[in-house]
């Protein structure tokens, strides 16, 4: 999640740039730039100590600590409180420092076109041959979706949870109490779904990973394959060899 542009300098625009992340010695694609990285890992680090931890709480396990809780001495209650703060503060703070890579990120996400339907249909089957459907886009439709979801149940999760921290009973409490457990419930399967997919296990998505750890440069044929106008824009190559594919 996040930015996604490299510079904060004038008015150039997404094609531009992508241009110059086509690495042509290296022949590689880089698709993130390093402190979209950063800020993703912040993300995630936090999150899966918020996941753990609050499904440990809603379980009713308050009373028994986690295995993070074991390891850390500290109750789990003070755990996720702790890392609540920290994707809080990372999220803000990148809301200042990197308001323009938001602004990429989320005009690249509401950029919903005509043949996307076509896309999901063949969607299923394509996560495991690698033949996804044309779509023109720097996410694809299905990442378009869960970047709406995933954008709304974390704040929600951010603004009930500071909402929890601040009030310490009655109605507004029992409210944000409220909000902060369905939000957990919708954000949970799109999260494992997203790991699920990024993490490359599926043949589809061989390689993507890449995409955000490490240098965050992609093999052209694994960006080829799932983002093909964007690494055509990106690397100025039309051509697609069969060998590629
Ligand atoms: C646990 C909380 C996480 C959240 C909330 C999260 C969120 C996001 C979001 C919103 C994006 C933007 C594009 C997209 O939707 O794919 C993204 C990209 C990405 N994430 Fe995550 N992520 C998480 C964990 C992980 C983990 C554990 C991995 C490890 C494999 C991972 C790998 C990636 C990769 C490779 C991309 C780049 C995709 C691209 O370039 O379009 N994410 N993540
Ligand atoms: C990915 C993000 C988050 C998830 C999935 C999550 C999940 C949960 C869950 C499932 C619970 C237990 C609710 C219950 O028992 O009904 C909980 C409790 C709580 N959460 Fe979160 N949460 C997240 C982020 C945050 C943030 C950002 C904060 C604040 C900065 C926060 C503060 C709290 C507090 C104060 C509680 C009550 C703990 C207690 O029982 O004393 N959470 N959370």
Known sequence: MGPTERHDTGQRDTEEQDIEQHDVAANTVERNPRAARWFHAGVYVSVIVLLITGWWLLLGNEGSPSLIARVTGVPDTEV???AGWVLAGVTALTVVVGARGWRVFWRETVRFQHGDGAWFRRWPTAILTGRFGRHEGRFDPGQRVANLVLVVTLLALIGSGIGLVLVSGGPVFVWFAQIHRWSTYV?????VGHVVIASG???GYRG??????LGGKLHPRDARRVWPGWTERATGDTHDPRHLR
């Open 80 to 82: 996720h409180t702790v």
């Open 208 to 213: 993507v990973w890449r995409a955000m750890h």
């Open 201 to 203: 296990i599926l043949p």
């Open 187 to 191: 954000v949970t399967p799109v999260v």
